[in-house]
């Protein structure tokens, strides 16, 4: 088996033009007869590594795929590529599971799905014998490892694999990175020799931004509205929070919807199909929401509520973003979420409290990070990134130092007055001078700082206390309630007159008030890429709905992207877009084309100027049944202008009879007097020299003969 056939199966199936880099090298070990253990995260691409090698070699792929509702999903998008597909789970009736093993007997299933419990099961391995398998690909292999979130135990059985099945590869799969795991995977599937491939887990297409906790629901008010039609999950930590935030987006007309497991099933698998099948943008969910699910077009994460952990966070976000296109991530960040995790985590016991603890902090220090997040990000999870990224909030508006001292100097000496008996909310209050009744009741008005911070909000106090924090200069006692106490550092700032530096508070709604003036009105080339994307948006989602399938799975957001910036009319424009394969250009070209020339049409109605619409326009009405002479009337533009169009578009590859235009001894003529032409010459050179015999038009059209000839 050959790159060349894979490639060309690349182009053919799924309309991508190279492989991604590791891609290659999977399918060359699997060529080989190798076994292979790849490492990639969500949306690197780990699909393609297997399914072109089980449609390249002769006979069947056996998938091994736990998530049942995702199989259906994947065999459907293999299906709707022009690939030979099926699935075997509980889900099926038994006249189903015949069919399909028909189909496997008879040789006409390339990649067959199965649950691991299927493949376990006694009923399984005589079909195994009968069939041809060229390749067991195991999916979610982290599966395997007890030491995983994932556990599941029938894939410790499948050592079994290797041993009835000694020649056959074995790939297996995981967005799963450790090095437990990694050896786990190894020793149980017993191939110990399998090449290892590890992707970059970095996901640079999603942006990071976190901002402090206070008035979210304003900011993600605002955050939502600026991004209509488009997909997105806000997570919170509690079913009672998923509920008042989709009711507050609600009560600002936008379709959102909650999600947690208290709902009942009917309800919660309505709400995920609506999600899957773009009905409802938003879902505020508790963070098991996302998981089974394999939709490609979520454009952004919003977390409520701090993860409890990195891995967490970064699972989470991940589900952004899948197709590769830009997604934005947004964290709110409060410390209250932290005390709330650690009493959590203290009264559940178990051993591994420390653990999550320290992981706790892991979290948090990423939060209140002055340098690039990704960097932080990636180097928790064992990789280095050279550059900054550029596509996280340090990065785009790094951090402006001012000097703190005095700010520290209050702060400080009231906690000191308070005698280090109270937590940060009391600390504001009291610096802010709050009249609340516990204040009095407890004297603490009577206190020399008491309002002495007064000209601070109460969100700039508790950024500027939680890095008081960070930097040592004060402490909280987690096992006395959380009451704030002085270090040895804050000493110095107190009787010593050190000086102190903190980062200013953002002030997001300032900054975004600034943004707006700056705003720079959308270029009209930018303004006809967005309105044809609506457009074609929504006639994918037609689509998808009368064909009951997810609308990604029509073309995903890249792909239509892409569509939306080219417009291209004629199938040899269509197919070179990337993500379209010959199934695909065959089965929705015609409506998409159709649709681009209809909008460009309009927009050139209403007087814009579109590149490329002559040629669309005149094709369009070459179509309809109009000759180049009505055309030029009809477009009020030379009829040699009109023929020059027919040329380019037959150069394009468009279905153009010119016989109509030139016999054949004509172009035969013309081509011979070209043909002892010097190079570059014009029109009316070519004319001059053929005395009149023929037309200029027709020349125009014998040069695109000739260079269509050249080309093929
Ligand atoms: P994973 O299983 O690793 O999460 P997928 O296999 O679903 O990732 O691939 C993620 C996305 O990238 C899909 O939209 C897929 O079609 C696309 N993709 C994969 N390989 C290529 C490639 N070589 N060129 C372009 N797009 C690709
Ligand atoms: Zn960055």
């Not at 973003?321 to 985590?345: E, H, I, N, P, Q």
Request: one cysteine or more.
């Amino acid at each position: 088996m050959t790159l060349t056939l894979a490639k060309q199966a690349l182009k053919k199936y799924f309309g991508y033009d190279s492989f991604r880099p590791m891609q290659e090298e999977i399918v060359e070990t699997i060529y080989a007869g190798n076994d292979a253990l790849v490492l990639m995260p969500t949306g690197g691409g780990k699909s393609i590594c297997f399914q072109i090698p089980a449609i390249t070699m002769e006979g069947c792929c056996v998938v091994v795929s736990p998530l049942i509702s995702l199989m259906k999903d994947q065999v459907e998008g293999l299906i709707a590529n022009g690939i030979n597909a099926a699935y075997l789970n509980s889900s099926l009736s038994s006249l189903e599971q015949q069919a399909v093993e028909n189909d496997l007997f008879n040789n006409n299933i390339d990649l067959l799905y199965v649950s691991p419990e299927k493949l376990v099961s006694g009923d399984f391995f005589p079909l195994l014998q009968r069939a041809k398998v060229n390749l067991f690909a195991i999916d979610e292999a982290h599966c395997i490892s007890s030491w995983g979130h994932d556990f599941r135990p029938e894939y410790t059985k499948m050592k079994f694999i290797k041993q009835q099945f000694p020649t056959i590869p074995i790939i297996a799969l995981t967005a799963t990175a450790d090095k437990l795991t990694r050896k786990d995977i190894l020793t149980q599937m017993g191939i110990p020799d399998a090449k290892t491939f590890v992707a970059s887990f970095d996901r640079p297409n999603l942006s990071l931004e976190i901002r402090p906790g206070q008035k979210r629901m304003e900011q993600i008010i605002e955050f939502v509205k600026a991004r209509k039609n488009e997909s997105g999950i806000v997570y919170c930590l509690s079913r009672k929070n998923t509920e008042q935030v989709a009711s507050k987006l609600q009560g600002k007309g936008i379709k959102a919807m909650c999600y947690h497991a208290g709902m009942p099933s009917k309800v919660r698998s309505d709400v995920q199909e609506d999600f899957i099948n773009d009905r409802i943008p938003v879902v505020c969910a508790t963070v098991a929401f996302g998981m089974g699910i394999d939709k490609s077009n979520v454009r952004w994460v919003i977390h409520y509520n701090l993860p409890k952990n990195l891995e967490s966070y970064y699972q989470e976000i991940g589900r952004a973003g899948r197709d590769g296109v830009k997604a934005d991530t947004l964290m709110f960040y409060s410390y209250r979420d932290v005390m709330v995790y650690r009493d959590m985590f203290e009264e559940g016991g178990g051993d591994n409290v420390e653990v999550k603890l320290s992981k706790l902090e892991r979290m948090q220090q990423y939060a209140e990070a002055l340098i690039c997040r990704r960097k932080i990000l990636l180097n928790y999870f064992n990789e280095n990134l050279e550059e900054d990224c550029g596509n996280c909030d340090v990065c785009k508006d790094p951090p402006q130092y001012i000097n703190g001292t005095i700010l520290a100097q209050k702060a400080l000496s009231a906690v000191a007055r308070l005698r280090e008996s109270v937590g940060i909310r009391m600390l504001i209050d009291v610096l802010r001078g709050s009249g609340r009744r516990e204040i009095f009741q407890n004297g603490f008005d009577k206190i020399k700082t008491y309002g002495a911070g007064r000209e601070q909000s109460f969100g700039d106090w508790q950024y500027f206390i939680q890095q008081l924090i960070n930097l040592g200069f004060l402490e909280i006692a987690y096992d006395q309630k959380n009451a704030l106490k002085l270090t040895a550092a804050s000493r110095a700032v107190l009787f010593e007159k050190k000086t102190v530096q903190l980062v200013q508070l953002r002030d997001k709604k300032a900054e975004r008030e600034a943004a707006k003036i700056k705003f720079k009105p959308k270029s009209q080339k930018q303004q006809l890429i967005d309105d044809l994307f609506e457009v074609l948006r929504e006639l994918r989602r037609t689509l998808a709905q009368q064909q009951g399938v997810p609308p990604y799975l029509i073309f995903n957001d890249a792909t239509l992207t892409e569509i939306a910036e080219t417009r291209p009319t004629t199938d040899a424009d269509f197919s070179q877009i990337s993500g379209v394969g010959e199934r695909k250009l065959a089965r929705y070209g015609d409506q998409f084309m159709d649709a681009i020339i209809t909008f460009i049409k309009k927009k050139t109605d209403e007087g814009m100027r579109v590149t490329g619409s002559t040629y669309v326009l005149t094709h369009q009405l070459l179509k309809e049944g109009l000759s180049p002479t009505e055309i030029a009337k009809k477009r009020n533009i030379n009829a040699i202008t009109v023929f020059s169009h027919l040329a380019y578009l037959y150069e394009k590859g468009v279905d153009i009879d010119i016989h109509q235009y030139v016999s054949e001894a004509e172009l035969q003529a013309i081509l011979s007097t070209i043909n002892s032409m010097k190079p570059p010459f014009t029109l009316s050179e070519v004319h001059e020299k053929m005395k009149g015999q023929v037309e200029y038009h027709q020349i125009r059209l014998a040069m695109a003969h000739q260079s269509k000839i050249a080309k093929e």
